[in-house]
């Protein structure tokens, strides 16, 4: 099984400002998924992010207020801009742990809140 | 939107007992799997059942899926404190489209020592 770290584990941020997500995974893997998971909610697909190509954003996620960064096969951003409260969740970051459509592992999530 | 419905939303049982939980998808599937979260931490797989697979088992839990009537049931023998999680069916939908996993709403277990 794949190990995933993400950075920061939590934040608590001013409306207006933007945070940058951080998830590393200890092996090479094809794609990773960011998933958003509002208070007391399950979880949603933001976008899945294959290295060397623009991530796909899935219908209520825009590129514009969560761009996306995929530089390597072991590592990827997500950027949360222009913050408001709405946006106070916990998000996670997923990789494909065993081939296309299995198993996902994911990281611990970051628990965001904005004021 | 969300694909799946979980019932019951919130479950509190005795240790010991079985713990049963259902969810039900829209479309059609490759296959479904069931994740547990404590605490709001990230999530951990449990199981994977194919959509031609009917009923599948790994130590304590059980998994049934029917896709004629697309639902599936997890059902946690002899429960135990650490139990105690929110547990989420999430589907990979079937025909090629999106690569991630669609949630249901979750069932929130509470086993009482």
């Known amino acids: 099984s794949a190990v995933i770290s993400q950075k920061p584990s939590r934040d608590i941020c001013q409306r207006g400002t933007s945070l940058t997500i951080q998830c590393q995974v200890d092996s090479q893997v094809t794609m990773m998924f960011w998933y958003r998971q509002q208070p007391g909610q399950s979880l949603t697909l933001i976008a899945t992010?294959?290295?060397?190509?623009?991530?796909?954003?899935e219908s209520g996620f825009v590129i514009d207020k969560f761009p996306i960064s995929r530089p390597n096969l072991t590592f990827s951003t997500l950027t949360v801009s222009n913050m408001s409260p709405e946006d106070s969740s916990i998000y996670l970051c997923?990789?494909?742990?065993?081939?296309?459509?299995?198993?996902?592992?994911f990281g611990p999530g970051t628990r965001l809140l904005v004021l | 939107s969300q694909q799946g419905e979980e019932d019951p939303q919130a479950l509190s049982i005795q240790e010991g007992e079985n713990a049963t939980m259902n969810c039900s998808y829209k479309?059609?599937?490759?296959?479904l799997q069931w994740y547990r979260q404590n605490s709001g931490r990230g999530l951990v797989h449990l199981i994977l059942?194919?959509?031609?697979?009917r009923e599948k088992h790994s130590g304590r839990l059980r998994v049934t899926l029917d896709t004629s009537r697309k639902s599936s049931s997890l059902l946690i023998t002899a429960s135990r404190a650490a139990d105690t999680a929110s547990y989420f069916c999430a589907t990979v939908l079937s025909g090629g489209g999106a690569d991630g996993l669609t949630f249901g709403k979750g069932t929130h277990l509470i086993i009482q020592p």
């Open positions: 479309t059609s599937i490759n296959n």
């Open positions: 997923s990789v494909d742990g065993r081939g296309y459509q299995e198993t996902q592992y």
């Open positions: 059942i194919r959509s031609n697979e």
């Open positions: 992010a294959n290295q060397g190509s623009e991530a796909t954003y």
